[in-house]
């Protein structure tokens, strides 16, 4: 136990100066670049075949291949706007942007809710999105500015669920072969049974989230107990939007099976960590609550997103 401690203690001074090493690229002091049009056609169950917007930001400074961050949004687009008005994001993967084009990386953003009228609380009917995330990968692996052995994937929240379905069976052999994933404030009551990856992971949680940090612990353990890497960057004093003025609001959230929560297995098939078979009247009843969250004054932010471009430049090859 004191050797694990003193493990995460030393992870976390050398994330601390990692974060200093970046500087303040993520400040709103930096404009963004101007980004190119990349929408595609996307596919998966809920809503078949549709176009999905998405934009493709090159770092200003820098020619000839560089490394991507494909970033996804949470359930709540409050960013920027991009591919002419069509897509939005939210302010994590705006930022994402900002710092990471300064920092040498093209960023791809992508509006997984685009033209489907979806809002945050309709969380049981939002897309496969991670499917999404794949075919963007597929499609700009091929473009002549990016580096295809260095491609990155975060995401906030939803958009964090969604990055940590590259642990699942199901994707890791025919999954494009990401360099890194990054997953900012994941819910992780609803997990997917880890294989062996290739990649290393970074998991993000807030203290004071109404999505608590002890499922993602738990998966971090299964992570690990799986042979792959990851690392875990607890915030204290941080909520859900890493603000320091969080408040718990009603609102809908799958928040209700921290303690148990439900693992994905790659037949399909679905348990609580306890082994009770997590039927869907189970999971409705457990698991989705009305404990939402607010507060986004975002004190924590930047130093989120400095932390996620630091990891990523250390997993480059």
């Known amino acids: 136990m004191i050797r694990l401690r003193l493990a995460r203690a030393v992870?976390?001074?050398?994330?601390?100066?990692?974060?200093?090493?970046?500087?303040?690229?993520?400040?709103?002091?930096h404009p963004l670049p101007s980004g190119l049009d990349v929408s595609f056609e996307g596919k998966e169950r809920k809503f078949g075949a549709r176009n999905i917007p998405g934009a493709l930001f090159l770092p200003p400074a820098h020619t000839g291949r560089?490394?991507?961050?494909?970033?996804?949004?949470?359930?709540?687009?409050?960013g920027m706007s991009f591919a002419d008005g069509q897509g939005k994001t939210d302010e994590y993967s705006t930022r994402i942007v900002r710092a990471g084009t300064q920092a040498g990386f093209a960023v791809a953003v992508l509006d997984a809710f685009a033209g489907t009228g979806l809002r945050p609380n309709n969380k049981r009917k939002f897309p496969n999105a991670t499917r999404y995330a794949v075919q963007l990968h597929e499609a700009l692996r091929r473009h002549p500015r990016i580096d295809a052995g260095n491609v990155f994937y975060t995401g906030f929240s939803y958009g964090a669920?969604?990055?940590?379905?590259?642990?699942?069976?199901?994707?890791?052999?025919?999954?494009?072969?990401?360099?890194?994933?990054?997953?900012?404030e994941p819910g992780c009551n609803v997990?997917?049974?880890?294989?062996?990856?290739?990649?290393?992971?970074?998991?993000i949680?807030?203290?004071?989230?109404?999505?608590a940090p002890a499922p993602c612990e738990h998966y971090r353990d299964m992570i690990t107990t799986a042979g792959?890497?990851?690392?875990?960057?607890?915030?204290p004093e941080a909520n859900h939007f890493f603000s320091a003025n969080g408040e718990i609001v009603d609102g809908v959230a799958v928040n209700g099976c921290a303690d148990n929560p439900v693992i994905r297995y790659p037949n399909g098939s679905r348990k609580f960590a306890d082994g009770t078979v997590a039927t869907r009247e189970l999971f409705v009843s457990r698991c989705i609550t009305r404990q939402g969250g607010k507060g986004k004054s975002r004190e924590?932010?930047?130093?989120?997103v400095r932390g996620v471009i630091a990891f990523f430049e250390r997993q480059r090859r």
């Not at 560089?66 to 409050?78: A, C, F, N, W």
């Not at 940590?164 to 900012?184: E, F, G, I, M, T």
């Open 228 to 235: 792959n890497r990851v690392e875990y960057w607890l915030v």
């Open 11 to 29: 992870n976390m001074l050398f994330m601390v100066l990692l974060i200093g090493s970046i500087g303040h690229a993520a400040s709103a002091g």
């Open 161 to 184: 669920a969604q990055v940590l379905k590259q642990q699942d069976a199901r994707w890791a052999p025919v999954a494009s072969p990401w360099r890194a994933l990054a997953a900012a």
């Open 66 to 78: 560089v490394p991507l961050i494909i970033s996804q949004h949470g359930s709540t687009r409050d």
């Open 191 to 203: 997990v997917s049974l880890p294989a062996s990856v290739p990649y290393a992971t970074l998991i």
């Open 205 to 211: 949680k807030g203290g004071e989230s109404h999505y």
């Open 300 to 304: 924590y932010l930047d130093e989120v």
